[in-house]
């Protein structure tokens, strides 16, 4: 139940997060390369797209992020969801990342994001520019260790404190 409430607050993030030109150029990076080329060379959105951050950064700042909230969370429910030693927390961070890179591919990526316009550039509004999964998958696929990181290092704070 925990883990369902959490998954559709992170799709509300990801909605929230889209929806305008600019709002959109933030996730830059999750859209098809084809798509990336024309949003760069665009005359107005092209001088306003974010400086590219490397593959570690933001594996790094991800792995810091789910690390803090999934040590919140157990610290919080530690008694409720019965994380009362390292194994225990360590699966349960584990499956509840791994559901959440899964619900992301599947709900957000796959059916959500490749349907709606809210993603959509106001001067590419085609949806057929919007549809290869590449860049979702592999993103799926990269999370898997970073979720299993940032499960080990949960569950080392949970049980310490």
């Known amino acids: 139940m925990i883990a369902a409430v959490f998954y559709f ?12 030109d600019r709002k959109n150029l933030i996730g830059l990076r999750s859209y098809p390369d084809e798509v990336q080329t024309r949003v760069q060379s665009d005359p107005q959105l092209g001088q306003a797209v974010p400086k ?9 700042s991800n792995l810091l992020l789910f690390t803090v909230v999934f040590s919140v969370l157990g610290l919080a429910l530690k008694s409720v969801l019965g994380l009362n030693n390292y194994l225990s927390a360590f699966w349960y961070f584990l499956a509840f990342g791994e559901g959440l890179g899964l619900f992301d591919l599947l709900v957000t990526d796959l059916l959500w994001w490749r349907s709606t316009k ?29 979720f299993a990181a940032a499960a080990a290092l949960a569950a080392l704070i949970v049980t310490v404190l």
Not at 9 to 20: I, K, R
Not at 52 to 60: G, M, P, V
């Open 118 to 146: 809210r993603i959509r550039f106001s001067f590419l509004p085609e949806k057929k520019y919007y549809q290869d999964p590449k860049k979702h998958i592999e993103s799926f696929w990269r999370g898997i260790p970073l």
């Open 9 to 20: 607050l992170y799709w509300g993030v990801c909605f929230l997060g889209t929806g305008t």
């Open 52 to 60: 590219a951050k490397s593959t570690a950064a933001i594996l790094l």
